[in-house]
């Protein structure tokens, strides 16, 4: 007899991309005036490879990749640069432990984004988590 994992939605999701909401992008950027993205929706650069800016959003891949991303952003932070992730809200994981309970602000969204080119919420909630740089406003 087969088992079926009934829980495996709550953890996962069939799509690794999740484009950022416009509003939610534009409400952080008037806040901390991005002037760059390590992970775009097109990208011709690869973020894990490059030196950052002083002021990064980045709304990495949700998949196996994301724990590289988050490290590389806490290693910019490291540098003196602001690092603004917007990441599903999975206290569970390693990388929250290691890397997102060292940031500045943690900012947990009430209810379920609704992203970009989707028509549904999310499944899964979502958190912008704040690593300011030096000289940056708290």
Avoid at 10 to 38: C, G, I, M, Q
Avoid at 54 to 78: S, V
Avoid at 98 to 114: N, P, S, V
């Amino acid at each position: 007899m087969n088992k079926i994992n009934k829980f495996k939605g709550l953890s996962s999701s069939v799509r690794s991309a999740w484009k950022t909401p416009e509003s939610l992008y534009t409400k952080l950027n008037d806040e901390f005036h991005f002037d760059f993205d390590p992970c775009p929706s097109n990208p011709t650069f690869d973020g894990l490879q490059i030196e950052w800016q002083e002021c990064n959003f980045c709304n990495p891949p949700y998949g196996d990749l994301i724990g590289k991303w988050i490290a590389k952003g806490y290693l910019e932070w490291q540098k003196g640069k602001t690092v603004v992730f917007l990441i599903p809200s999975r206290t569970d994981t390693i990388y929250w432990h290691k890397f997102i309970m060292k940031a500045d602000e943690i900012r947990f969204i009430e209810g379920r984004l609704k992203f970009s080119e989707y028509h549904n919420s999310a499944p899964f909630p979502s958190a912008i988590i704040v690593f300011r740089g030096k000289g940056r406003p708290s």
